[in-house]
């Protein structure tokens, strides 16, 4: 496509439930991000994709969650038994290599009730 | 680890005037650094990529500078005009890691 494309825009979930956020990056891009928005913040860094594997996921705040990219395409960021604190805009990007330009897709705003 | 500085936080200009937005870091072990707009409620749209080996880059009415080796960078907007009116981040992409590492941004006002 001709830019990152994110799926939903919107999210509402309650406490406790699963979600899943797809990204899908410009096609050939072999670097994929995944960042994390709260309001009147940067983005923080969650994971970093190179192909299908993930080569640093120092950002992900705890085991409840999870990010997949299995075609070294598509990525899906899961989140479990979500918390109110999650609710934030997730941001994905990707970028034809490690130091060349980062795209940005429009973001999924999730909001945990 | 890296930290990113954005001064002001929030600036707000009179239609027509040059401005001059700031991003500073802690570790000059970058391979680039990238100025994004943000408008609200929407994702980043890249300005300008300078690699670290470079001192400048330029857009249209926007010019982007790096020092790296004083761990700075400023975004230049010629000629401000309404529609300028965004939220500015700058990004850094450190050597280890591979991550970008964000300011908390400069929310721009241009008043018509």
């Known amino acids: 496509g001709a830019g990152v494309s994110q799926t939903p825009s919107n999210k509402v979930t309650e406490k406790g439930k699963y979600v899943e956020l797809r990204c899908d990056p410009i096609s050939g891009h072999t670097a994929l991000y995944w960042y994390r928005q709260s309001l009147g913040q940067g983005p923080e860094f969650l994971i970093y994709f190179q192909g299908t594997g993930a080569a640093d996921d120092s950002g992900l705040p705890n085991d409840r969650f999870f990010a997949v990219r299995p075609e070294g395409s598509v990525s899906t960021l899961k989140i479990q038994r979500t918390e109110r604190g999650d609710s934030a805009v997730y941001l994905c990007?990707?970028?034809?290599?490690?130091?060349?330009?980062?795209?940005f897709g429009q973001g999924t705003r999730l909001t945990v009730v | 680890k890296q930290e990113v500085t954005q001064i002001p936080a929030a600036l707000s200009v009179p239609e027509g005037e040059n401005l001059v937005l700031n991003c500073s870091f802690t570790?000059?072990?970058?391979?680039?650094l990238q100025w994004f707009r943000q408008d609200p409620g929407k994702g980043l749209t890249s300005l300008l990529l300078?690699?670290?080996?470079?001192r400048e880059q330029t857009s249209g009415r926007l010019n982007a500078s790096l020092d790296k080796s004083s761990g700075r960078s400023t975004l230049y907007i010629a000629a401000s005009q309404p529609g300028d009116s965004a939220t500015y981040l700058c990004a850094v992409h450190i050597y280890t890691g591979n991550q970008f590492y964000f300011g908390t941004g400069t929310s721009l006002t241009v008043i018509p």
């Open positions: 990007a990707s970028s034809s290599n490690l130091n060349t330009e980062a795209f």
């Open positions: 570790d000059s072990a970058i391979y680039n």
């Open positions: 300078i690699q670290s080996s470079q």
